[in-house]
């Protein structure tokens, strides 16, 4: 990125001072004076870039800041640098092929992305899902959940000044990631999830690493409170920092631990249950403030609740197949290709040529630990889908930042914008 010189413009009134900051938004003039004070247009108040090169900013984002010495007036994201393509390649794969790049979107809770693409091809061409697969979706999804938070709280507390806490929930998130390679073969990107249910049944060990999990991890989530919960300094820089209302946050169309934080009890898993997630008793976690610290709070809870539901689910897991025996979407047994061509030439050309949906249009979605991921799938009837668009709930809460930003100190920008949890891979797309 190339920095512009500052440029100057004078008028009958006052001269206009334009920082660098412009020229690299690439908008015009005028464009500029809508977004930021007169303040700034003049010089009097300053305009600063906070990324994409910044370390705590998270991910590829860049913030363009109007600051009145330290007080933020202005917060304008900018965000694009991550832009993948996603939705677009998606419309050239089979719908089978397009898993894999649900992985990508939300890397840190990829089986949850996989969860809701699978769901919205399920529904378009009506298929059910064993209800042993079911309850191993949910299972890993709630893993999932738990990993998301983990990697949120750490880097969170790190942007804040808790680097312990890093380390500490880097150390259990091991465990999640040894179980997500356990079933899948890979740590992050698994592709586990299929149409019509699962690639393949858990293995032997799947239970005993699953109950060691939910061992283990109360008495570290007791640790990571003992550290944090009633910090005098942690405090300070939480409470009555970036809060946003509940008439806001809804606006905004917030939606996960960011709304919740608000008071506003809206879970996709209760509203619009998926997976068998009704077959579960669990509590949504709410604050009532709307800042920072309400939105920590609500995520640790969520530790508790996923435990719950993944304690059930495990108790309850039923015998029986893993996937569909639709065979328009399901292939055939791995052990019938060595010996029936028919099998053989089924495997090659549902892999090859994919397989057909109806014409139509469909909405999926659920609940990820950033809040309400949503797939829209339009199809033309062909095994390749017309239209793919994911709803993702990193953007609509980044929508809210400018809003908590104002009026807040620039040393609280790093927290506010961590508190919302955004992943720019989920942004961009």
Same mark, same amino acid.
């Given at each position: 990125?190339?920095?512009?010189?500052?440029?100057?413009?004078?008028?009958?009134?006052?001269?206009?001072?334009?920082?660098?900051?412009?020229?690299?938004?690439?908008i015009?003039?005028?464009?500029?004076?809508?977004?930021?004070?007169?303040?700034?247009?003049?010089?009097?108040?300053?305009?600063?870039?906070?990324? &994409?090169?910044?370390?705590?900013?998270?991910?590829?984002?860049?913030?363009l800041?109007?600051?009145?010495?330290?007080?933020?007036?202005?917060?304008?994201?900018?965000?694009?640098?991550?832009?993948?393509?996603?939705?677009?390649?998606?419309e050239?794969?089979?719908y089978?092929?397009g898993?894999?790049?649900t992985?990508?979107?939300?890397y840190?809770?990829?089986?949850?992305?996989?969860?809701?693409?699978?769901?919205?091809?399920?529904?378009?061409?009506?298929?059910?899902?064993?209800?042993?697969?079911?309850?191993?979706r949910?299972?890993?999804?709630?893993?999932?959940?738990?990993?998301?938070?983990?990697?949120?709280?750490?880097?969170?507390?790190?942007?804040?000044?808790?680097?312990?806490?890093f380390?500490?929930?880097?150390?259990?998130?091991?465990?999640?990631?040894?179980?997500?390679?356990?079933?899948?073969?890979?740590?992050?990107?698994?592709?586990?999830?299929?149409?019509?249910?699962?690639?393949?049944?858990v293995?032997?060990?799947?239970?005993?690493?699953?109950?060691?999990?939910?061992?283990?991890?109360p008495?570290r989530?007791?640790?990571?409170?003992?550290?944090?919960?009633?910090?005098?300094?942690?405090?300070?820089?939480?409470?009555?920092?970036?809060?946003?209302?509940?008439?806001?946050?809804?606006?905004y169309g917030?939606?996960?631990?960011?709304?919740?934080g608000?008071?506003?009890?809206?879970?996709?898993?209760?509203?619009?249950?998926?997976?068998?997630?009704?077959? !579960?008793? !669990?509590?949504?976690?709410?604050?009532?403030?709307?800042?920072?610290?309400?939105?920590?709070?609500?995520?640790?809870?969520e530790?508790?609740?996923?435990?719950?539901?993944?304690r059930?689910?495990?108790?309850?897991?039923?015998?029986?197949?893993?996937?569909?025996?639709?065979?328009?979407?399901?292939?055939? &047994?791995k052990?019938?290709?060595a010996?029936?061509?028919?099998?053989?030439?089924?495997?090659?050309?549902?892999?090859?040529?994919g397989?057909?949906?109806?014409?139509?249009?469909?909405?999926?979605?659920?609940e990820?630990?950033?809040?309400? !991921?949503?797939?829209?799938i339009?199809?033309?009837?062909?095994?390749r889908?017309?239209?793919?668009? !994911?709803r993702?709930?990193?953007?609509?809460?980044?929508?809210?930042?400018p809003?908590?930003?104002?009026?807040?100190?620039?040393?609280?920008?790093?927290?506010?914008?961590?508190?919302?949890?955004?992943?720019?891979?989920?942004?961009?797309?």
């Amino acid at each position: 990125m190339t920095v512009a010189e500052p440029k100057y413009e004078a008028n009958e009134s006052h001269p206009t001072v334009v920082s660098a900051a412009d020229a690299q938004l690439d908008i015009t003039l005028d464009q500029l004076r809508n977004l930021v004070s007169p303040r700034a247009m003049t010089g009097e108040n300053m305009l600063l870039n906070m990324g &994409p090169q910044h370390p705590s900013t998270h991910g590829v984002l860049r913030l363009l800041l109007e600051l009145d010495g330290e007080t933020v007036v202005n917060c304008i994201p900018d965000v694009g640098f991550l832009h993948t393509g996603i939705e677009k390649t998606c419309e050239s794969k089979t719908y089978t092929k397009g898993i894999v790049l649900t992985d990508r979107i939300d890397y840190l809770a990829p089986m949850i992305c996989n969860l809701a693409y699978v769901g919205a091809v399920e529904k378009l061409i009506d298929v059910d899902v064993p209800l042993r697969a079911q309850y191993i979706r949910v299972i890993l999804a709630e893993l999932t959940r738990m990993n998301s938070h983990l990697v949120w709280l750490g880097t969170h507390a790190l942007d804040i000044g808790a680097m312990s806490m890093f380390l500490y929930t880097f150390r259990e998130r091991e465990m999640l990631l040894d179980i997500f390679e356990l079933v899948s073969g890979a740590r992050m990107m698994t592709s586990y999830f299929r149409v019509g249910g699962l690639w393949r049944d858990v293995p032997a060990q799947f239970e005993s690493a699953v109950q060691k999990v939910l061992d283990i991890f109360p008495s570290r989530i007791d640790e990571y409170e003992k550290l944090l919960k009633e910090n005098p300094i942690w405090k300070e820089r939480t409470v009555g920092v970036g809060v946003i209302s509940k008439e806001e946050a809804i606006a905004y169309g917030m939606t996960g631990p960011s709304l919740r934080g608000s008071g506003v009890n809206y879970d996709v898993r209760k509203a619009m249950p998926y997976s068998s997630y009704d077959h !579960f008793d !669990f509590s949504v976690p709410l604050g009532s403030n709307g800042d920072v610290y309400d939105r920590y709070r609500c995520r640790l809870d969520e530790f508790e609740q996923s435990m719950k539901i993944i304690r059930q689910a495990l108790a309850k897991l039923p015998p029986g197949p893993v996937i569909t025996d639709n065979r328009k979407v399901a292939p055939p &047994p791995k052990h019938e290709i060595a010996f029936s061509m028919e099998s053989l030439i089924h495997h090659f050309k549902l892999w090859t040529e994919g397989f057909g949906a109806p014409e139509g249009e469909v909405y999926h979605a659920v609940e990820s630990g950033k809040g309400e !991921f949503g797939v829209f799938i339009s199809s033309d009837g062909s095994p390749r889908p017309r239209r793919v668009h !994911f709803r993702a709930p990193s953007l609509c809460n980044l929508q809210a930042v400018p809003d908590m930003s104002k009026g807040a100190l620039i040393a609280d920008i790093v927290g506010i914008v961590g508190s919302v949890d955004i992943v720019l891979g989920e942004v961009d797309r």
